[in-house]
């Protein structure tokens, strides 16, 4: 995944504004977290997030995920 469509973003701007929870999916495996915001590091876009359960930060760099969902 290359980068996000404008609504792509849009689900994912309001999930961050929300709290809500996101599904990466990416090699072969789904990451379940809940995104702090969307960045720029070191020129790629990340999402900064934490895991709902342990709470442990997760930096997910989009170029890297295969599709992003939010969930309902």
């Known amino acids: 995944m290359a980068q996000l469509t ?3 973003y849009d689900a994912l701007e309001s ?3 929300d709290g809500r929870r996101i599904v990466v999916h990416r ?5 379940v977290v809940v995104p702090e915001r969307l960045t720029l590091l070191q020129r790629r876009e ?3 997030a934490r895991h709902p ?4 930060h997760i930096t997910i760099w ?3 995920a295969d599709s992003i969902e939010v969930v309902r």
């Not at 359960?53 to 442990?56: L, N």
């Open 6 to 8: 404008v609504a792509q």
């Open 15 to 17: 999930a961050i504004r």
């Open 27 to 31: 090699r072969h495996q789904d990451l």
């Open 46 to 48: 990340a999402i900064e």
């Open 53 to 56: 359960t342990t709470g442990e």
């Open 62 to 64: 989009i170029d890297d």
